[in-house]
């Protein structure tokens, strides 16, 4: 028989009490009060927009639930606004950063390098393709949903007469995050509330929630798992070119020439809204609205809008819009119509309004009324 000493016994009884230590440490942590952060509503609203010099990597998670319908000719877009996003990203300036997606067939890479443009790297493929030309508009893509880039298209969005108060702080990957609420004054807007949280000093957003109007929870969350305000190495965010890579080039369509003249100029206020500054050299592409009450309307190529209308035909609501009819397909934040009348090009008007808003825009078409 083995007779253990009252010593031993101890000793045993410390490393056990310090493994449960261990093990309980992390809820410990999240657990530990957070401070409240001494800035006012505005003066963090201002950082974070000013945010954009500030350095950082982390890993990042966004999950949106929109329950948008697979749409032609619009990329990833309906997978990215529709479940999980994973990436790791590095970031030293607004021209020079990385961001890795992560899926369960490899990861696709993009680089923005001051020099040279945009590359993406495939990790299937081993395919590096540098991105040739400008982007007046583009489709979105996973980096738009790293917190410090979400925060700050949406605050620039904000406008003046969208309130703003503090929410209380809290941790997220470490940080001691200061709260911001943002309500949009607008009772047109899909969008209830948007809460962002941010590192207090540097005004770098970490956690971005947004509301749908008739949900209580959000229906956009993209916050950091980890994250650290070390600036990456300019290496890290350079795109290998060596000899074990394929290496191609493409070029970006000419938008101009692809979205211009398939319908008259558009008018400067549809349905009692006013149009926005757009996108310089393309007048046939408009958006109207303030705050988080805006929509976008785009005359569509034939080809491209007979297929788009054909595909929300079958997810969205018809419905009668003079001598012609329209598709309309709504999701707690964003709300799509499709609209057609006999001898007009098919228009696509979409944005974060109710789709009453959009039907009457819709009526006020060149050629519809």
Known sequence: MRVVSR???RRWGIVA????????????????????AAVSAAGLKDRILSSSGVPYQGYAESNVDLGLPSLPDVGNVTSLLDGTTDQYAWYRSPDEWRADVLTDAGETDTYQTGAYGTFQWNYTSNLLT??????????????DLLPPALAERLL???????????????????VDAAGLRLTPASSTSTISAVDVWAD?????????????????????????????????AL?????????????????????????NGYGPQLPTSLGGVAEVAGVPGLPDLAAYGSGFARFAVVPLPASTGQSLLQAASSAGIT?????????????????????QQPGSPIYLLTGTVTASVLERAAEQLPGYS
Request: proline residues 9%.
């Open 319 to 339: 419905v009668q819009l003079g001598s012609g009819t329209a598709v309309v397909i709504q999701t707690p934040l964003l709300t799509v119509l499709l609209s």
């Open 235 to 259: 290496a890290t965010v350079t795109p290998n070119l060596s000899a074990g890579v394929d290496f191609a080039s493409s070029e970006l369509p000419d938008v101009t020439r692809i979205v």
């Open 7 to 9: 010593q031993a016994r």
């Open 156 to 174: 620039s969005y904000a406008g003046s007469a969208t309130a703003v108060r503090r929410l209380p702080s809290q941790r997220v990957a470490g």
């Open 17 to 36: 009490a310090g493994t449960a230590l261990l093990c309980g440490l992390p809820a410990l942590i999240a657990a530990w009060p957070v401070p409240a």
């Open 130 to 143: 540098q991105i040739i030309g400008t982007e007046p508009v583009r489709l979105p893509r996973a980096a």
């Open 200 to 232: 207090p000093r540097t005004g770098l957003a970490v956690q971005v929630e947004i509301f749908g109007r008739y949900s209580t929870a959000p229906v956009l969350v993209s916050r950091f798992l980890s994250v650290s305000f070390a600036a990456p």
